[in-house]
């Protein structure tokens, strides 16, 4: 009978000798597993910080752009971009050109996407000497009701990156309901959001920074619900 009983104590001192085991290991597996989840984390968050540092400087090298879509492609080959661009300045914002920053730099055509479905427009880049002759050609364009060469409509609009295009395109909705909250919101070049609240102007590169920001009120957390 002791001797039973002994066999039975060996027996569960080895069971929980390696049930012990086991735990330790369970527990440097989930130590490891949860270190490879923050390396995996900090590697993204890189990962993004670049691609968000390189679309910045891009955007940036892009800032004194105009581009010029619609105008027919024989125009341009015969005339050149720059001086075809010239003529629409003539035609649609003719006091502009008596102005010193409305210089053009350089002007050439941007590369089309080839699609049999859907033919793209024409585009040309027009580069500014000055990021102010961009603002205020663009902001002319704006308050006519339409844009034309030689009659014909085409479209003026900011050089942007298709990245800073979708950017811009996402704060659509919070856009929306902070215009209908009266918290005047904008967007800043090139895809930064703006609002005012409690006196101040806080400013967004991008969702995730302002979710982690109404977390923190109440009020906006509410007036976003459904949004963000």
């Not at 800032?63 to 005339?79: C, F, L, Q, S, Y």
């Not at 010193?100 to 859907?118: F, G, L, M, Y």
């Not at 030689?150 to 395109?169: C, N, Y």
Request: proline letters at 5%.
């Amino acid at each position: 009978m002791k001797n039973t009983i002994l066999e039975m104590r060996n027996s569960l001192e080895a069971l929980n000798s390696r049930v012990e085991d086991a735990e330790e290991w369970i527990s440097e597996v989930d130590k490891r597993l949860a270190e490879i989840t923050q390396a995996e984390q900090k590697r993204e968050k890189r990962i993004r910080q670049n691609e968000y540092s390189l679309r910045e400087l891009w955007d940036n090298i892009k800032h004194a752009n105009i581009r010029t879509i619609g105008v027919p492609a024989e125009d341009e080959r015969d005339k050149g971009a720059e001086n075809l661009f010239v003529e629409i300045i003539d035609e649609n914002f003719p006091n502009l050109r008596k102005e010193t920053d409305i210089q053009v730099q350089e002007a050439q055509r941007a590369p089309n996407k080839i699609s049999s479905k859907r033919p793209t427009p024409r585009h040309i880049i027009i580069k500014m000497s000055k990021i102010k002759g961009k603002e205020r050609i663009l902001k002319a364009a704006r308050a006519r009701p339409q844009v034309t060469y030689k009659g014909k409509p085409i479209r003026l609009s900011v050089d942007f990156s298709a990245e800073t295009l979708q950017a811009r395109r996402e704060w659509h909705d919070v856009f929306k309901v902070l215009k209908g909250k009266n918290l005047q919101p904008r967007i800043l070049y090139p895809s930064r959001l703006s609002f005012r609240m409690e006196g101040d102007i806080k400013c967004f590169p991008d969702k995730q920074k302002l979710k982690e920001f109404i977390t923190k009120k109440p009020v906006l957390q509410e007036i976003l619900k459904g949004v963000i």
